[in-house]
């Protein structure tokens, strides 16, 4: 038995350690864009990776470096960019993936994500959103100052919480791709000319390829509050000639029921949405305030709010209500995804929302 | 040694010689001459070992002032006393602190025990506090340690078996079990140990537990040596069985298992449910004092990925200009640690501080400063030094730091792997390992599902009138 | 060596499952893609469903011979010879069982945790362990089993966060549209999955208590590890989407990685580092049977567990590594279990009708 032990531990400690990938020398890359290239075919990458400097007396300062590079594949970006890094370029903790308009809407995100979900080292819980313009521009912004990706992500947990935007990551995005049978959206981002970056809603995908289409804030919180993944409070916004002042609400329960038909050919999508909701501003000057007719009048505009979004996702030919799936669970036998693609052009929404106000907070 | 067959002769004055040069004339040996009704009698004593006092009060006294005809025995004041004719016994008692008294023309000898009572007090065990419970602990004398577990079980079937173990030392060992309750397997096991022990010197109990336990390559003790006499007392109502030796305030209780470790009479005596947590925290203590380095070298260097992100870029950050590998940094300061334990044990205590101040302050933050060690390995070490401190039984905390070492080697090569891997031998030998035939693990592996309750946790005591022990 | 009527009903209950329970299950959702699909889960009851009755047909062969070990049990049926040769077909398929449940374990690791680390490292680590635990009794390693069992509920615990993930019941949904054919094409693959209650076979004459309540425990022990793997398969199967899922290999490894908390990332990893354990029991367990099943070979039991554990790892290292040949070994050790662990006991159970042997004569 001691021999055995003897060789077990002599052995490993000759042949030392194969796997070590110590900490102290990797450089962690913290945000991963990808854009069309000025060469056709070419994927211009760029990643923003986290520089620690000593400032003496055990104190230390962030700062953050920029690296770009142009190649034909994910798989080649990676080679090229390990060799502009100093120190190993760990990708493990990228938690931000912006895409281009360009490269989204030509080349589809598939594969972008596919070398992150094929690596064991890869982070799957990143979120990716599609940028106005070049995401390499987002990335280069601020350069050797605060982490620019980290501005980025708080944007994102901002929106997430206040349900304006989608909350998907790479993974969810991956799965519902590959799935075919709902369509994703994503978070849209813009850059201003004081190079403030903000939210501007989310992008319609038709598959993995962006339809060029775009939601803005408002619809993509009601999109979310229609396919039941609002995380809290949503807050809409009633605008009507009756009154002299939008009106905002906060929906707080929503009982969605899709009920998608098929006759004759024709699909028929009943959406029938029943939303509790509570007063956040109101404000008239001449009326005082009648719940039953607000409960009227923000149930018509919402109505028709949801028949402009729907309208917007049929054009962008983007099943981002997974109308698909509802389909192909219901009628298994007559699916076919290849004459769906047409078929959705013809689908009619049939939205039907009522709003019942529950309270008005403090004032009356 | 003595020949065993020599016999007292009739003449007094070649017995004495005889004792004499049994002990090789040393020079405590003295003699004193009496005459008692006019036979000359001779007082033979060890001067260290006896108290004078009690010689002349209880002895020389009523022997002189005897004016009738009669044995010695009816006259001195001594509650016991042996008549012997083997020279082997005469000595024996004087090295026990007995004086013995030779008559002329008498073949045997009278042993009076009168031992000089040079003994510490019943004090709190120095390492073994508690904040609620008794606070007497066992001393060197083992009568007296008998007298403490005595007045705790006032049972008529509390056994005491006595043997007196080394040929040079002739050290007395007792072996106290409650014939009723104990558990006759593991008891015949101990039993035929002690018989079979055959050694020169006897000096402590954990010679002795050495000789006697089970795998003396194991880390984990196989007996539990406690210096509390309720502590003993209570495994001793378990049916387990207690070995003093005499000279040593340390008793054995066998057979044992690991999770006797990790308990304290402070259990038993606050609320049940924080006792339970008490328990749990120990065990996760434990746990924690071998694996936490590992895991620690695991994930700077295997798996970092692991880490969130706030966390991740936190220790990042920590080791950026660390010139060594984790696992130096984590070996060297465990050394550190193990040498400032050492340095401030032997120290009396107020040195002992300096001791901790110097290389607790002063070395921790000078060691971060000059960029040696990074600061989430001190931090790391420090919660397993803590972590290793909380078990009850120094044994188990110490076992359990050096019992880190390979884990955090295996760490440093094969990062979680190993580590499981580790973790599994330590498990399979914990699984191996018996005291005195009872599985170490016990009611964990093999399980018991009553026993558990008061293994991990304590559960409530309940008034039972129909049980009775 | 162990006494008979030593091994508790609990005991044996771990033991099965632990034996059971491997790397089989780690990739069965995506195994099933290929047939039953959505459906899977019943695929892995129907499986659960055939081997509880195989189950009771090794238990009625075992209840005649309560006192002798299979190996003797089939010594006594089919005399000296023949018999002996039977066990070393048996000895081959526990060998080789072995050796594949340690290509695959290598495999796992190398594919998650330790990417550049030789096979053989791996795998000397491995069974050197196992080696350990293999020579000591019975009892030692039943307890050792029920103390691992422990690990189960952290795995049930840390697959109960997979349910923050976005779960979609369209996927199971309509059930039965696979058809009956591929549900039942599916069974035969998750039935490799499943195999490791012949350990059974070994047990009987050891448990305490024998007669219905040895059925009783090993019916428990198989509606554990069929609701287990079907539980997983379940999971898996709503949280990937059908493309998805036939891509990964190892989905129920994968579905923990796109979970992320404040205190921890990439559960996958910690999943992994967990499930050796029962891994290693598995090998434990073949080592261990395979000294067993070589009676007719004289000589120190723990010197036998040696030799064999040098079997596996030399077998283990001549493997070929690459997919299609592991695919090829799977097949080998799937057509063998067939042969010994299915078609054998019903054998040796028509005989004992047909000559009317008992063990007790």
Request: glycine share 6%; hydrophobic share 45%.
């Amino acid at each position: 038995m001691r021999k055995i032990l003897f060789i077990f531990f002599s052995s490993f400690l000759m042949a030392g350690c194969w796997d070590q990938n110590q900490l102290k020398d990797t450089r962690l890359v913290n945000g991963i864009s990808f854009d069309t290239a000025e060469e056709p075919d070419k994927i211009l990458g760029t990643v923003r990776a986290i520089n620690v400097r000593s400032a003496g007396g055990g104190k230390f300062e962030v700062q953050d470096e920029f690296y770009f590079s142009e190649n034909e594949t994910v798989g080649q970006l990676e080679m090229d960019l390990q060799n502009k890094v100093s120190g190993r370029m760990n990708a493990g903790k990228a938690f931000i993936i912006i895409v281009g308009e360009e490269m989204a809407k030509t080349k589809g995100i598939n594969s972008l994500l596919e070398p992150i979900i094929r690596s064991t080292r890869g982070y799957i819980s990143s979120r990716i959103i599609i940028c106005e313009g070049k995401g390499n521009d987002i990335l280069s912004l601020k350069q050797n100052e605060s982490p620019i990706v980290f501005e980025v992500d708080n944007l994102l947990l901002g929106g997430a919480k206040e349900s304006y935007i989608p909350t998907e990551t790479t993974f969810t995005v991956w799965n519902k791709i590959t799935d075919n049978s709902i369509d994703v959206i994503l978070p849209f981002i813009k850059k201003d000319n004081q190079n403030n970056l903000r939210l501007a809603g989310s992008a319609l995908f038709k598959s993995d390829k962006f339809t060029g289409k775009t939601l803005t804030i408002g619809q993509t919180a009601l999109l979310l509050t229609l396919r039941g993944d609002n995380k809290s409070r949503t807050k809409v916004i009633i605008e009507s000639a009756e009154l002299s002042q939008a009106l905002t609400l906060a929906i707080e329960n929503s009982k969605i029921k899709t009920d998608v038909v098929k006759e004759n050919g024709k699909v028929t999508c009943h959406i029938k949405a029943d939303l509790q909701a509570r007063i956040l501003s109101y404000y008239d000057g001449e009326s005082p305030m009648n719940i039953k007719h607000l409960n009227k009048l923000s149930s018509k505009e919402l109505t028709r709010k949801v028949k402009e979004l729907t309208k917007i996702l049929v054009e962008a030919n983007s099943d981002a209500l997974g109308i698909a799936k509802e389909l192909s669970t219901k009628y298994p036998e007559s699916w076919n995804p290849e004459t769906w693609k047409h078929e959705y052009q013809q689908v009619e929404f049939k939205p039907e929302v009522n709003v019942e106000i529950l309270g008005t907070y403090n004032l009356h | 040694m003595i020949n065993s067959t020599i016999k007292l002769s009739k003449t007094m004055e070649e017995n004495v010689e005889m004792v004499k040069s049994a002990f090789h004339e040393t020079a405590d040996l003295k003699d004193r001459s009496l005459l008692l009704n006019k036979t000359s009698c001779k007082l033979i004593y060890i001067d260290s070992l006896v108290d004078k006092k009690v010689i002349e009060r209880n002895i020389i006294e009523p022997l002189l002032e005897c004016k009738t005809e009669t044995v010695p025995e009816m006259i001195v004041k001594n509650a016991e006393y042996v008549r012997s004719t083997e020279l082997e016994v005469t000595v024996k008692n004087l090295l026990e602190g007995s004086c013995a008294l030779f008559a002329e023309g008498d073949n045997t000898v009278l042993l009076l025990p009168v031992a000089a009572g040079e003994e510490r007090a019943i004090q709190e065990p120095e390492n073994e506090h508690i904040i609620k419970g008794a606070h007497d602990g066992f001393s060197e004398n083992i009568n007296k340690n008998i007298f403490l577990i005595r007045r705790r079980v006032k049972n008529p079937s509390l056994q005491v078996k006595t043997f007196s173990l080394g040929s040079t030392t002739n050290t007395k060992v007792s072996l106290l079990y409650i014939d009723d309750l104990v558990d006759r397997g593991p008891l015949d096991v101990l039993l035929k140990r002690i018989e079979a022990v055959d050694v020169k010197e006897m000096q402590s109990s954990g010679e002795l537990e050495e000789l006697i336990e089970d795998n003396s390559y194991s880390l984990f003790p196989q007996m539990l040596s406690t210096e509390r006499p309720d502590r003993a007392a209570s495994y001793l109502l378990e049916g387990k069985s207690v070995v003093m030796v005499d000279g040593t305030p340390h008793v054995l209780v066998s057979p044992i298992t690991f999770f006797s470790f990790y308990q304290t009479p402070d259990d038993y005596n606050s609320r049940w449910i924080i006792g339970s947590f008490f328990r749990l925290i120990r065990m996760f203590s434990f746990l924690m004092a071998i694996s936490l380095p590992a895991i620690y070298i695991a994930v700077v260097s295997f798996h970092s990925e692991v880490l969130p992100l706030g966390i991740l870029y936190a220790i990042r950050v920590q080791i950026e200009y660390i010139p060594l590998p984790p696992f130096f940094e984590a070996i060297a300061m465990q050394l550190v640690l193990e040498l400032l334990k050492e340095a401030a044990i032997r120290l009396p205590s107020p040195i002992a501080q300096t001791i901790g101040i110097v290389g607790g302050l002063v070395i921790g933050t000078a060691v971060v400063e000059a960029g040696f060690v990074s600061n989430t390995m001190i931090v790391v070490i420090a919660l397993t030094a803590i972590a290793s401190f909380v078990a009850p039984v120094n044994h188990m905390g110490t076992g359990a730091r050096i019992m880190a070492f390979p884990i955090i080697l295996a760490a440093n090569f094969f990062g979680f792997l190993g580590i499981v891997l580790a973790l599994t031998v330590l498990l399979i030998h914990l699984c191996k390992l018996e005291s005195f035939g009872k599985p170490y693990l016990e009611p964990v592996a093999p399980l018991h599902i009553k026993g558990i309750k008061d293994s991990f946790i304590k559960t409530k005591k309940k008034n039972n009138s129909l049980k009775q022990s | 060596m162990s006494k008979a009527g030593s091994l508790t009903n609990l005991q044996i209950f771990f033991l099965i499952i632990q034996t059971q329970v491997g790397f089989g299950i780690l990739s069965l959702p995506n195994t099933l893609q290929s047939t039953s699909k959505g459906d899977g889960w019943i695929s892995v009851i129907i499986a659960g469903i055939f081997i509880q009755i195989f189950l009771v047909v090794i238990w009625l062969l075992l209840r005649k011979f309560p006192r002798l070990t299979y190996t003797e049990i089939i010594i006594s049926i089919l005399g000296k010879y023949l018999g002996s040769f039977i066990n070393s077909i048996v000895f081959i398929y526990f060998i080789t069982t072995a050796s594949f449940v340690l290509l695959q374990f290598t495999s796992i690791i190398k594919e998650h945790l330790l990417i550049n680390t030789p096979y053989w490292v791996i795998g000397l680590l491995m069974i050197l362990t196992c080696t350990y635990l293999a020579v000591s009794d019975i009892r030692i390693i039943a307890r050792f089993f029920g103390l691992i069992s422990v690990l189960f509920l952290f795995l049930f615990g840390i697959s109960f966060f997979s349910f923050l993930l976005p779960m979609d019941l369209h996927h199971v949904l309509p059930v039965g549209t696979s058809g009956i054919r591929e549900i039942l094409n599916g069974s035969l693959d998750s039935l490799l999955t499943i195999l490791g209650f012949e350990v059974i076979l070994f047990l009987y004459p050891l448990a305490a208590k024998k007669g219905s309540t040895f059925l009783k425990v090993i019916s428990w022990a198989n509606v554990f590890v069929t609701g287990l793997t079907a539980y997983f398969v379940i999971l898996c199967i709503m949280i990937f989407s059908e493309p998805a899922l036939k891509q990964i290999h190892y989905p129920v490894i994968y579905f923990l990685r796109p979970l992320h908390f404040q205190m921890v990332d990439r559960l996958d990893l910690l999943f992994i580092s967990i499930w050796i354990v029962p891994l290693t029991a598995s090998i434990i367990i073949y080592l261990y049977l395979a000294s067993k099943s070589l009676t007719f070979i004289k000589g120190k039991p723990s010197k036998l567990i040696v030799a064999n554990s040098l079997v596996v790892f030399t077998l283990f290292t001549i493997a070929k590594k690459d997919p299609a040949s592991l695919k090829l070994y799977a097949d080998y050790v799937e057509y063998l279990s067939y042969g010994v662990v299915f078609a054998l006991p019903c054998m040796l159970l028509l005989l004992t009708y047909l000559f009317k042997k008992r063990g007790d004569s």
